[in-house]
């Protein structure tokens, strides 16, 4: 038994984060009030969640879906139990009688995610979290009707949303869970917080129904699905042609969809690359195919590195070959590009988000240009082509003009514009995110790694040679014991950032191994001090380049600011907990 407690003290949110973060493997136990829930965790991805609440079970909404009909689950059923429950339901319905494996996954994920949202209204009750290997076999003779996903949904995506969910509740002043009261047996009065007002009347089915939007009956009574899957984005009238653009910063999202819709564009803004996803698979299924354009530089789905432009992108490429597909950047990275240019995707430079309304004159034609040579290319293949150069090879202007490139962005106008971005008071945990990116503009790789009391753990990194997926992974299993010596051990006691070569010691030769062997000619290490305190250290070098590492005066006086952000939103949580308390 790893984790037990009252949803009081600890909410789902952050357990969702804590089971996610271990990566272990279990089973969630939660009751509140007479009701009780499961959420089945594998390797620290929800494949399954079922709540008393929640009676429809998934081979009715996939009858009322009419991907199955009843003829075909109780055949399956049948199956399943005279072979011994050795398949889970999903497989023998796609091999045995040929449903479509993406139409159960869709519905599958969806009631997965319905449940787990329900559960952020349980403002109180117990939880216990229980490691145990999961057997797919087990679960069918279990609970046969239900279903288990292969590839789980990310539990902090979850919890970001189901919190999105409740907050939104809350600000309409709709009753919520922890106003108590009584409800009738047959509603779930979890999905009142999913309900939206234009939604409080069922709605009449589709003919034909939509695999990745269920009709409002296949939910409990007085239930809809979430909010984000019913709400047309900003920027969505109807008309034009079809264009998901993507960017996690709002200025900029709301700048490039005022101009492309201006062109004729029927834009579908997303600052979140999983939200990007679903939407272009719910158009996709459709039968809309819209252009795709994406910041390469954006957190991925788990929250962690820069390039999650990328990890979106791929998915994109991988899922979905013949949509067109461009990628944005207001920086240079090698690593990136190179894997952009091995799928066929083009890219194109675009302003940095300080000076994207100033230099937009200078952007537009070359953005529309970029959205025509990619239309014409559609239906012939990409050829590996970064756009943003070649247009400005064909205008005869210089690309300072709206995209610094990398030995002319470590000035002080790239740091004004940094800063800028750093003193935001909505960043949040977008800290970690905007020191890695500027130290992008200096070292080929770094890594940023968090300095706890006993050791040095591993948080984030770019650049880190990445064949087989598991940069990301290595680095947040890295831990260097605090009291050893290493690389870091001058740093942590000056609190001073430093140039050097890299020494003999047992814990710098570990951590050189882990982010992939090699040893550069000079090393930057630099600390982010919070409240008198080492709490981060940034690490870069150049490899797989031999070469010394340049000025780094403007990096230094980032990492200074991003520990004066850091102690800001200490003290604004600080007030507002208070704030709460005082209530």
Not at 339 to 351: A, E, V, Y
């Amino acid at each position: 038994m790893s984790l037990v407690g009252n949803l009081e003290d600890l909410g789902l949110g952050e357990i969702l984060q804590i089971v996610s973060l271990s990566r272990r493997s279990g089973v969630l136990a939660l009751e509140s009030r007479g009701r009780e829930a499961r959420v089945i965790f594998r390797n620290g991805q929800v494949i399954r969640a079922t709540s008393s609440t929640f009676q429809q079970n998934l081979g009715e909404v996939l009858i009322q879906q009419g991907v199955i009909d009843l003829g075909i689950l109780k055949r399956a059923l049948s199956i399943q139990a005279d072979e011994g429950y050795t398949q889970l339901l999903g497989v023998i319905m796609v091999e045995r009688f040929g449903v479509s494996a993406d139409a159960i996954e869709a519905v599958v994920r969806e009631q997965i995610e319905n449940v787990v949202y329900s559960l952020f209204a349980w403002a109180e009750g117990t939880f216990e979290f229980e490691l145990q290997e999961v057997s797919d076999g087990d679960n069918a003779r279990l609970d046969p009707v239900q279903f288990m996903l292969k590839q789980g949904l990310n539990p902090q995506y979850l919890a970001m949303e189901g919190s999105r969910i409740i907050d939104e509740q809350r600000h309409r002043g709709e009753g919520g869970d922890e106003q108590g009261g009584h409800h009738d047996e047959s509603v779930d009065f979890a999905f009142d917080l999913l309900q939206e007002p234009s939604a409080a009347a069922p709605a009449t089915p589709s003919p034909t129904p939509d695999v990745s939007l269920p009709p409002v009956q296949a939910q409990p009574q007085g239930a809809s699905i979430p909010a984000a899957a019913t709400t047309p984005p900003a920027g969505n009238n109807g008309e034009g042609k079809p264009l998901v653009l993507v960017d996690d910063d709002p200025a900029t999202l709301t700048v490039l969809t005022s101009l492309l819709a201006q062109q004729g564009y029927r834009v579908e803004p997303m600052e979140r690359g999983e939200d990007a996803l679903i939407r272009v698979d719910s158009l996709y299924r459709d039968g809309v195919r819209p252009t795709v354009l994406v910041d390469l530089i954006m957190p991925r789905m788990d929250g962690t590195g820069i390039l999650g432009g990328l990890e979106l992108m791929e998915l994109v490429r991988n899922n979905f070959a013949e949509l067109p597909l461009l990628g944005l950047s207001d920086f240079e990275n090698e690593e990136a590009q190179r894997k952009m240019r091995g799928l066929g995707i083009p890219l194109l430079m675009k302003p940095l988000k300080s000076e994207v309304e100033e230099t937009l004159d200078v952007f537009a034609p070359r953005l529309m240009a970029a959205l025509e040579s990619l239309s014409s290319r559609a239906e012939q293949g990409f050829t590996s082509v970064n756009i943003g150069d070649e247009l400005r090879l064909e205008m005869g202007e210089e690309p300072a003009l709206y995209a610094p490139q990398l030995h002319q962005s470590t000035g002080l106008s790239q740091l004004r514009g940094m800063l800028e971005e750093l003193n935001n008071p909505q960043l949040g945990g977008g800290i970690i995110l905007l020191v890695l990116r500027f130290a992008a503009e200096f070292v080929n790789r770094a890594v940023v790694l968090l300095v706890k009391k006993e050791s040095i753990q591993g948080l984030g990194q770019f650049g880190l040679q990445d064949g087989d997926g598991s940069a990301d992974s290595r680095v947040r299993n890295l831990g260097i014991p605090r009291g050893e010596p290493s690389l870091f051990s001058e740093v942590l006691e000056t609190r001073f950032p430093m140039k050097a070569e890299v020494d003999a010691s047992v814990w710098t030769h570990y951590f050189l191994e882990q982010l992939g062997g090699g040893r550069p000619a000079e090393y930057f290490v630099g600390p982010i001090v919070s409240e008198g305190k080492v709490v981060a250290v940034l690490y870069g070098d150049n490899l797989p380049e031999d070469k010394p590492i340049g000025d780094t005066d403007s990096l230094e006086i980032f990492l200074c600011q991003a520990g004066i952000a850091m102690e800001k939103a200490l003290l604004q949580r600080r007030l507002q907990e208070q704030g709460r308390g005082e209530m």
